[in-house]
């Protein structure tokens, strides 16, 4: 296919990367422990799977980071389990060592040396101990437990890559009290900030950078807690090309009418790069399973879909995101 074909104006590239979580051995609880919560499960790492998009003199590289718990159990749990519940995923959290996937992230860009990269439920986790939540108090934990983003800078940097956070944007900021057992207040505070990212290479020129939430947003999962999902957008200018580069995350949080909010988040991305006069990459979690069929024909409707082949697989074995 020739390039003039590959770079229509009017094609979309899509990308995907799933990555499973890369973990430290699954622990079990010591004495220590906090007191009712079960055994924490770590996935197995075999389970890693990477994608990359790689043509036409640019590579893009895509990754939900993925806090490393489940939420849903958390926003699922009546009110009275819910310390419980956070105090449960928290430790999950920590079994899966972040710093250990940074280190595999960061493998990975270096083996790739992509232009871009979409980071998608980057994470950052602070602590109030002990809490006020628990009695309804409102201050905001400020105490950084974990920045899922410094650390993976740092990992970077440290193999002499030359990466910046090029656009982000905060997607949903939660805080829950989580049960310790610790005298004389049994009940620390837990605030997740989740984020889209992108970061782009030293030699990459960014500019008209969007950082924005969908309107389309799910109904509050929990009272007054909204979970909204955002995307970042910019012009990457790579050699003498440029291009238009979006990083997104659909929702994917299970709720009733999951639907037409992904639906809703669908036009929205649509109808910001229909009239888009660069060649348009877009990267990030919209897997099939995560987005309805009807969100997928409207997008394929909407977006004259180019899919590419993946470093790694055979054409037969390219995968479509919508």
Known sequence: ??????????????????????????????????TGVDEVQ????AAEELRVWDGLGVTVMTWNVYVGADLESVLGAAPKDIPLAVAQAFQTVV????????????RQVARFRPHLIGLQEVSKI??????????????????????YLDTLQVKL?????DYRVAGQVRNFNVEMPMYTGNDPIPFDDVRLEDWEVVLARGDVEVSRVLEKNFMAQVPDPVPGIPFPCGYVALDARIGWKSYRFVSTHLQALWVPDLVLVQLGQAQELTALLEDEKLPVIVVGRVRASDVPVHARRWLRGHLDTEHQPLRGQRPDERRELL
């Open 95 to 106: 079994a899966n060592n972040f710093p250990e996937r940074a280190e595999a992230i960061a």
């Open 126 to 147: 602070y602590i109030q101990s002990p809490g006020d939540a628990i009695g309804g108090g409102t201050i905001p934990a400020e105490a950084i437990f974990l920045d």
């Open 42 to 45: 770590v996935p197995d790492p």
């Open 1 to 34: 296919m020739r390039t003039q074909e590959l770079l229509s104006r009017r094609r979309v590239a899509w990308a995907y990367l799933g990555l499973a979580l890369l973990a430290a051995l699954a622990v079990a609880c010591t004495d220590d422990s906090i």
């Open 157 to 161: 940097e440290a193999r002499g890559l």
